[in-house]
T-cell receptor, first 113, second 112 residues
Framework: NAGVTQTPKFQVLKTGQSMTLQCAQD?????MSWYRQDPGMGLRLIHY???????DQGEVPNGYNVSRSTTEDFPLRLLSAAPSQTSVYFC????????????FGPGTRLTVT | SQQGEEDPQALSIQEGENATMNCSYK?????LQWYRQNSGRGLVHLIL?????REKHSGRLRVTLDTSKKSSSLLITASRAADTASYFC????????????FGQGTELSVKP
């Protein structure tokens, strides 16, 4: 199993550009989530999904969209990039939404200039 | 807002010593989890303790949970240089859609 994969590993955007961060898992997990990690802030939840076709907002959803058309994929879209979105983004998946351990991808380091 | 607060923020010890990290949280939880993050990598799950458990062991790891004080501790015994990483606690409440709320982490440095 590849586990949780994320692409790209690194990305530089100009302010106002849009892009999609890809996330896929091959463990047939129902629950998937996106976090951002900033220095001194720990991980903050952006959006999450408890199954295909179901998504919900986390702690810091503004400026991001998600969709979940399949169990395997959970892309995160930045609509109009801002310097405040410079961060490291992690995708994670879990067996269910009942507080099981989460499996994390390797992360995408995004810089917005 | 952050659920977990971790203490200390940074810890430096010698190989062979024990390392203790503490986590406090604000609301009732169903379980508490500890994760490790090596520099530049994703988080790796270490151990999960449920709200009705007081202590749990896994290899050189010992986790305690005191729900009356809303606190947990992670003890790493006989530390090794390879234990150098950031350690995060995360709390789960089942009726909140499976969300984990992470603390800010403790940066552990183990010197050979």
């Amino acid at each position: 199993n590849a586990g949780v994969t994320q692409t790209p590993k690194f990305q530089v955007l100009k302010t106002g550009q849009s892009m999609t961060l890809q996330c896929a898992q091959d463990m047939n997990h129902e629950y998937m989530s996106w976090y951002r990690q900033d220095p001194g802030m720990g991980l903050r939840l952006i959006h999450y999904s408890v199954g295909a076709g179901i998504t919900d907002q986390g702690e810091v959803p503004n400026g991001y969209n998600v969709s979940r058309s399949t169990t395997e994929d959970f892309p995160l879209r930045l609509l109009s990039a801002a310097p405040s979105q410079t961060s490291v983004y992690f995708c994670a998946s879990s067996y269910t939404d009942r507080g099981h351990e989460q499996y994390f991808g390797p992360g995408t380091r995004l810089t917005v200039t | 807002s952050q659920q977990g607060e971790e203490d200390p923020q940074a810890l430096s010890i010698q190989e062979g010593e024990n390392a203790t990290m503490n986590c406090s949280y604000k609301t009732s939880i169903n379980n508490l989890q500890w994760y490790r993050q090596n520099s530049g990598r994703g988080l790796v799950h270490l151990i999960l303790i449920r709200s009705n458990e007081r202590e749990k062991h896994s290899g050189r790891l010992r986790v305690t949970l005191d729900t009356s004080k809303k606190s947990s501790s992670l003890l790493i015994t006989a530390s090794r240089a390879a234990d150098t990483a950031s350690y995060f606690c995360a709390t789960a409440v089942y009726n909140q859609g499976g969300k984990l709320i992470f603390g800010q982490g403790t940066e552990l440095s183990v010197k050979p």
